[in-house]
């Protein structure tokens, strides 16, 4: 009886502290925001009261009108705010590398929900500190421990470290993929329009002003790199790096070749389309033959015991009278 008194004050403690934290965290923003908001009424007030009062003659009044500047519901301007300053303060802790490792990632994953390094770190480091709190209330009665206990907290916090970086491995995988897919195609249509009589950059530009995928994303930028005076070497190894895809590193190192030796670029887009073609193909007969392999496990878990019970169900009742 005192050791569950002592449990439950233990746990009231905590959590009277980790709201305390909050709240104290809650207050600081508050006063910080109010005085910001304090200085700036202020010299509003300077700049449309005092101006109009040192002047030496009545002008006629004139109305103004004065563009709003909250947006947004309550909650993105007050909890969302908050968070955000949070994960501000906690990304400055970031190791230089994993911050450099995390930002191409998400440059690759095309920066979702608007998130750079240091919020990811933030993100990572605030689910590590709620699976670490989970686990010990799961196993705060140190003298009752038990094994599936211990497991399940183990299990809470493993899947807190690595939630969200198995998260941004997927949107990396599913960007990189979706390019490769892609990618034969876009050859196919550089290639028509350089046929067609059409220069390098004109036929990028043709093909991102009609294409919305992540690959015509892509060109668009690289045409706005050249308009604002980069070099197309340089765009398209900016491109390469920053999408990290092998085919579409090849394909951009043989560009930059061609354009050095000043081959016909048509030429080396119909061979560059041919092998795309040629090596999705075989990609996707790679895909097939894994299958196979992939199916083994739902075949041994769901599929051969009901096999099993079907065909060994009408023996049992004969079985148990034998025996």
């Not at 965290?25 to 009424?41: E, F, N, Q, T, Y």
């Not at 799961?138 to 497991?151: A, E, F, G």
Request: glycine residues 6%.
């Amino acid at each position: 009886m005192n050791l569950n008194l002592i449990d439950a004050n233990l746990l009231f403690i905590i959590v009277g502290m980790i709201l305390a934290l909050l709240g104290i965290i809650v207050i600081v923003l508050g006063v910080v925001r109010w005085v910001k908001s304090g200085s700036r009424i202020s010299s509003r007030l300077e700049h449309f009261v005092v101006a109009d009062q040192t002047t030496a003659e009545p002008s006629p009044q004139i109305r103004r009108i004065i563009p709003r500047e909250l947006s947004g519901s309550l909650f993105q301007r007050t909890i969302m705010n908050w968070f955000s300053n949070l994960f501000k303060f906690l990304g400055k802790f970031a190791p230089k590398r994993m911050a450099s490792q995390i930002e191409h990632k998400l440059t690759i994953a095309g920066h979702p929900m608007n998130m750079h390094a240091g919020d990811f770190y933030a993100l990572r480091l605030i689910l590590m500190i709620v699976g670490l709190i989970a686990a010990f209330l799961l196993n705060r009665d140190l003298k009752n421990l038990d094994i599936p206990t211990v497991l399940i907290g183990l299990m809470i916090i493993a899947v807190a470290y690595l939630s969200p970086n198995s998260w941004l491995s997927s949107k990396v995988r599913k960007k990189q993929d979706e390019i490769r897919r892609g990618l034969p195609d876009a050859l196919d249509m550089l290639s028509v329009c350089a046929s067609a009589g059409l220069g390098f950059d004109q036929s990028l530009q043709k093909i991102s002003s009609y294409w919305e995928s992540d690959l015509g994303i892509e060109f668009r930028r690289v045409i706005h790199e050249m308009e604002m005076g980069v070099s197309r070497p340089v765009a398209l190894k900016n491109m390469a790096e920053r999408l990290d895809v092998d085919d579409l590193s090849r394909f951009i190192t043989i560009i930059v070749q061609a354009e050095t030796m000043g081959m016909s670029y048509a030429d080396v887009l119909h061979s560059q389309a041919a092998q795309m073609r040629v090596l999705r193909q075989y990609r996707a007969r790679e895909i097939a033959n894994k299958l196979p392999a992939k199916m083994i496990v739902p075949l041994a878990l769901l599929i051969f015991p009901a096999l099993i019970a079907v065909i060994l169900g009408p023996v049992v009742p004969t079985l148990l009278t034998i025996f």
